[in-house]
């Protein structure tokens, strides 16, 4: 059923998810994305440089945050604009004994910002947070609605 | 080290071609949890009118941090990279990016702000296809820690 910017009101949640994050989730995602910095997979590296340990990748959280968003509106393309703030890092405990216990759990709730008939968009704003902090702030998907 | 606060202004040309990778899309979508049909398979990608998979929306950032490695790579801009914050992210996309794209990326340094020992750098990445489209704009700013910082 498609979505029509008449459906919409400004404060409507569209989304929710639960993101639980691992080592090897950073790892994957550093090979993804060629962003190798060691603060994303070597603990000692990390704690050497001031971090209270290995942190997720910003763009990670950035990235997988939006799914919230492209779920609901059932096509990843009507994302048309997408920003963010970081302001907190996710910090990723090493749970690799562990098989399915997550390192971090990353909570995202979705809902309507504002809604622009002219430009046929509608601003869905982001709440991701970790440990109860938020993590990015001013998270903004500009989605296309047809 | 000091960050060169001359590089406002600056532009680096076009880096090498990036050819956007089925294989690719697929790897990046997996790593951040996508799991929307057309980016993995092409016939859910061609039913929402695409000629090939279609890349999650944050997929540019690949292609934008290779045209960012000439700025942080230029030893006259004076980056500690081991010092760089990434401060905030924006994607705006012209038209979606898809498998067998050819892009590349222009990049522009548009503020640099000095901040305690430190200074933020905001940069804009204009990438287009090889025959000139544009694709995506992506802007970034980076805080560099000064030594206190």
């Given at each position: 059923m498609a979505i029509t910017l008449t459906d919409l009101e400004v404060g409507q949640e569209v989304g929710r998810s639960t993101i639980e994050v691992t080592r090897l989730d950073l790892v994957k995602y550093a090979g993804a994305s060629?962003?190798?910095?060691?603060?994303?997979?070597n603990e000692s590296f990390a704690r050497g440089v001031d971090l209270p340990g290995v942190i997720a990748h910003g763009m990670f959280t950035m990235g997988s945050a939006v799914q919230a968003v492209t779920d609901w509106i059932g096509?990843?393309?009507?994302?048309v604009d997408y920003q963010t703030r970081f302001t907190r890092p996710v910090v990723v405990e090493?749970?690799?004994?562990?098989?399915?216990?997550?390192?971090a759990t990353v909570e995202v709730t979705g809902v309507v910002g504002a809604i622009d008939t002219d430009n046929s968009t509608a601003r869905i704003d982001l709440t991701v947070s970790a440990g109860g902090q938020k993590?990015?702030?001013?998270?903004q998907a500009v989605v296309r609605i047809w | 080290m000091t960050i060169n606060p001359d590089l406002q202004g600056r532009s680096y040309p076009a880096t090498a071609v990036y050819t956007v990778g089925r294989e690719k899309i697929r790897e990046f979508a997996h790593a951040v949890k996508a799991t929307h049909p057309a980016h993995f398979d092409a016939e859910a990608a061609a039913a929402l009118g695409h000629r090939d998979v279609v890349a999650p929306p944050t997929f540019a950032i690949i292609v934008a941090q290779q045209a960012d490695a000439q700025l942080i790579n230029?030893?006259?801009?004076?980056?500690d990279f081991t010092r760089v914050v990434h401060a905030d992210q924006r994607f705006t996309h012209h038209r979606p990016i898809v498998a067998g794209d050819e892009l590349v990326a222009e990049l522009h340094v548009d503020q640099v702000r000095a901040m305690g020992g430190g200074a933020m750098i905001t940069t804009r990445a204009e990438i287009s296809t090889v025959e000139g489209e544009k694709t995506a704009t992506t802007t970034s700013s980076i805080l560099v820690r000064g030594e206190d910082q």
């Open positions: 060629g962003d190798f910095n060691p603060i994303h997979w096509d990843p393309t009507a994302v090493d749970t690799t004994a562990q098989p399915g216990v997550p390192g993590v990015l702030v001013k998270a | 230029d030893p006259e801009a004076g980056i």
